[in-house]
């Protein structure tokens, strides 16, 4: 079965970068998708494809992928980035597809 | 701009059969390679997909929750919908239905419902 890894928690001072990882055994030949959760809020999609990222979402966040890890990357944090955030990849020997997820404090 | 909405019960028994449905509006459910699916989040907890339709023809599910559940798809609607059979409260989650392409990203999502399941 094919494992997402990602760190429980993250924190960050406003205005700082923010680095979310995703760890998987050669995630890097895989497409990774990441989203972004708000406390009582349905997952919005920020990532897509390693790097893509949908129009509305700014260009604050970034996704690279290589080896074993996929990272999102959310520069110049807001206080409003403050969320849990979910990596996902499609793997035919897994039924969990999304990461444990990790909850980003902005300090 | 695509929406989804879920409706079903709020409160269930033990045992009871869940029964969701999700309507699409804004696009049609039959148009573009798009798989539409249902991914639940219990109370705290991370997601955890259930499964997605493509077609009559073509469902996939969670290994996991294979033999409980069963997505099926109504074009005339514009909805699809998820079965899940002899609920227990393990079973307690918001249940969201979301769009995506293949092995793409779920691009829309619905804005979720809460089912207890509770004697």
């Known amino acids: 079965s094919y494992v997402l890894t990602q760190p429980p928690s993250v924190s960050v001072a406003p205005g700082q970068t923010a680095r979310i990882t995703c760890g998987g055994n050669?995630?890097?030949?895989?497409?990774v998708h990441w989203y972004q959760q708000r406390p009582g809020q349905a997952p919005v999609l920020v990532v897509y494809d390693d790097s893509d990222r949908p129009s509305e979402i700014p260009e604050r966040f970034s996704g690279s992928n290589s080896g074993n890890t996929a990272t999102l990357t959310i520069s110049r944090v807001e206080a409003g980035d403050e969320a849990d955030y979910y990596c996902?990849?499609?793997?035919?020997?897994?039924?969990?597809?999304f990461g444990g997820g990790t909850k980003l404090t902005v300090l | 701009q695509l929406q989804l909405q879920e409706s079903g019960p709020g409160l269930m028994k033990p045992s009871e059969t869940l029964s969701l449905t999700c309507t699409v509006s804004g696009g049609s459910i039959s148009s573009g390679n798009f798989y539409w699916g249902w991914i639940r989040q219990p109370p705290g907890k991370g997601l955890e997909w259930i499964g997605s339709v493509y077609d009559r023809e073509s469902t996939y599910y969670s290994p996991s929750l294979k033999r409980r559940v069963t997505i099926s798809i109504d074009t005339s609607k514009n909805q699809f919908s998820l079965k899940l059979s002899s609920v227990t409260a393990a079973d307690t989650a918001i249940y969201y239905c979301a769009r995506h392409i293949g092995i793409g990203a779920f691009d829309y999502w619905g804005q979720g419902t809460l089912v207890t399941v509770s004697s």
């Open positions: 050669n995630i890097g030949t895989k497409s």
């Open positions: 996902q990849v499609w793997d035919t020997s897994s039924d969990h597809p």
